[in-house]
């Protein structure tokens, strides 16, 4: 459930989807994806993001790995995954108030520009949030992504924003501002996605990719950037482990889940770590072996892959 600082009260629809959606198992673009999947197709449809486990990685320009997909195709599996659509796109504040009488809109744009997050002014980062029809004078801006930053808490929220304060935003050329409507839900049959699931990260190019990726972090110059890239790395990690978690519960029941549900747990556990790990090297101390740590945990999840795909 979603706790949601609101300053007016919603419409019907979008409270029961609020109240279904968990935010705590989904990163910045997702977590509009989802509200608007629960909107339109009902309680737990979100958690279908989830459904596929995969690691794959890719090197970066730091000569650092990242699990983080880029954002128009992690957007677009998003919503394919939960039976949406894009349909119009809209330019400026102007386009987006005519549209949003008669649509939801989904915004893509930088969180530096978004004065309701932690990271205005401080980090650039692609953040997603949603618009719809206020008054002709406002909008009413959602935006339920959790997350506690180290810059403060990002709380889920709700609020009418005037279109001439949204201006700014809408006008951005980060900002990319669509139309959504529901879609038809892709058929989805548990046992050949945990079958598929399996067979990706039984895959004997795994492990190789794997030491790859974990040798990136250990023995890059600047333990510094990497240990702080490393736990993002985590967090992502931790938080699409938990929403596979929450979508086998669905599909398989709680019993059946455990596994998944006790694997997310100890993604978070490293998160942790490698957070602590970060704030030791920042003291100018030697940080703890947090890379065994998750190259064990990531390399578990092969097995685990397998024990899901017999039960």
């Known amino acids: 459930m979603t706790d949601i600082a609101q300053v007016e009260t919603l419409p019907d629809k979008l409270t029961s989807a609020l109240d279904t959606v968990d935010p705590t198992a989904l990163d910045c673009l997702q977590s509009s994806v989802a509200v608007v999947a629960d909107w339109y197709h009902g309680p737990g449809t979100f958690s279908r993001m989830g459904a596929h486990l995969r690691f794959r990685p890719r090197p970066t ?50 969180a530096y520009e978004l004065p309701w997050l932690p990271y205005f002014r401080r980090e650039h980062m692609d953040h997603s949030f949603l618009l719809t029809s206020g008054d002709d004078a406002s909008a009413l801006m959602i935006d339920v992504y959790r997350n506690d930053t180290v810059h403060g808490p990002a709380e889920p929220t709700a609020r009418r924003t005037g ?39 039984n895959d004997p190019h795994v492990p190789v990719v794997l030491d790859r990726y974990i ?69 100018g101390r030697k940080a703890s072996d947090v890379h065994h740590l998750l190259h064990e945990l990531l390399a578990d999840e092969a097995a685990l892959a397998r024990d899901l795909d017999l039960r």
């Open 61 to 110: 320009d730091d000569a650092l790995w990242t699990i983080e997909a880029e954002t128009e195709p992690h957007l677009s599996a998003a919503v394919d995954a939960v039976g949406i659509r894009f349909t119009d796109t809209i330019r400026g504040a102007d386009e987006a108030r005519s549209a949003a009488r008669t649509s939801l809109l989904l915004c893509v744009a930088d």
């Open 215 to 283: 040798e990136a972090y250990r023995t890059h110059p600047d333990q510094v950037l990497a240990l702080r890239r490393m736990t993002l790395e985590t967090w992502l990690l931790a938080r699409s482990r938990q929403l596979h978690a929450l979508w086998l519960q669905r599909a398989v029941g709680f019993r059946a889940a455990r596994p998944a549900a006790d694997h997310a747990k100890r993604c978070s556990d490293v998160s942790a770590r490698a957070f602590f790990a970060l704030r030791r090297v920042q003291a």
């Open 163 to 201: 279109w001439k304060d949204l201006e700014p935003i809408m006008h951005s050329p980060r900002t990319r501002t669509t139309a959504v409507v529901p879609g038809t839900l892709p058929e989805l049959q548990p046992r050949m996605v945990l079958r598929d699931n399996a067979q990706h990260l």
